[in-house]
């Protein structure tokens, strides 16, 4: 089946702009997580969402970062006001959570961001 | 603190050596350890994970709670193992959310 979606692939904007991140997670997937990757360092947690609702939103670094899920499905992460160390490759991954234990996760393609 | 550590940034082989890639974690609770690879322009996909205890690809890895380690080796490298490989950890518990944490990442270059 089609895999975790994410788009645009790559995003060039000017500083103090919004943007826009979206996320097609797997079909029936009820847990969508973002990270973020900041070059040269590894994956930071960003937001979860197990359905349409966000319960650990701990690793957004500022009220400029929101997001939301509908629909139990896509998923869009806005940054506003975008700043030059906001860049970095978003990821998105989804998963089933079932039985106290944490499935695999599925990670899509990722959007990298540059602020210029 | 939750936290993992990934000392190498950079580990060079040459085919047919072994290979160790170091890591270390940081949990107050019960820890499900990962192995993430990603391989030249694919995405981030799962290596193995402790609690499977098989070994993918010729790799293995065993959660050492005694050293807080779960350090990821293959006997013979091959070149298409030449990757990013990322160690990460989740809690579990009955607050868990199942998010990651992952270490900085460690890029395997096996050299013919």
């Known amino acids: 089946g089609a895999g975790v979606s994410q788009s645009p692939s790559n995003k060039v904007t000017e500083k103090g702009k919004d943007v826009e991140l979206r996320c097609d997670p797997i079909?029936?997937?009820?847990?969508l997580y973002w990270y973020r990757q900041r070059l040269g360092q590894g994956l930071e947690f960003l937001i979860y969402f197990q359905g349409n609702s966000a319960p650990d939103k701990s690793g957004l670094p500022s009220d400029r970062f929101s997001a939301e899920r509908t629909g139990e499905s896509v998923s869009t992460l806005t940054i506003q006001r975008t700043q030059q160390e906001d860049s970095a490759v978003y990821l998105c991954a989804s998963n089933s959570i079932s039985g106290g234990f944490t499935d695999t996760q599925y990670f899509g393609p990722g959007t990298r961001l540059t602020v210029l | 603190a939750q936290r993992v550590t990934q000392p190498e940034k950079l580990l060079s082989v040459f085919k047919g050596a072994p290979v160790e890639l170091k890591c270390n974690y940081s949990?107050?609770?019960?820890?499900?350890l990962f192995w993430y690879v990603q391989y030249s322009r694919q995405r981030l996909q799962l290596l193995l994970r402790?609690?499977s205890r098989e070994s993918i690809k010729g790799f293995t890895a065993d959660l050492n709670k005694g050293e807080t380690s779960f350090h990821l080796k293959k006997p013979f490298a091959q070149e298409e193992d030449s990757a990013m490989y990322y160690c990460a950890l989740s809690g579990w518990s009955s607050s868990n959310t199942g998010k990651l944490i992952f270490g900085q990442g460690t890029t395997l270059q096996v050299k013919p």
């Open positions: 079909s029936g997937h009820t847990a």
């Open positions: 949990y107050s609770g019960s820890p499900e």
């Open positions: 402790h609690i």
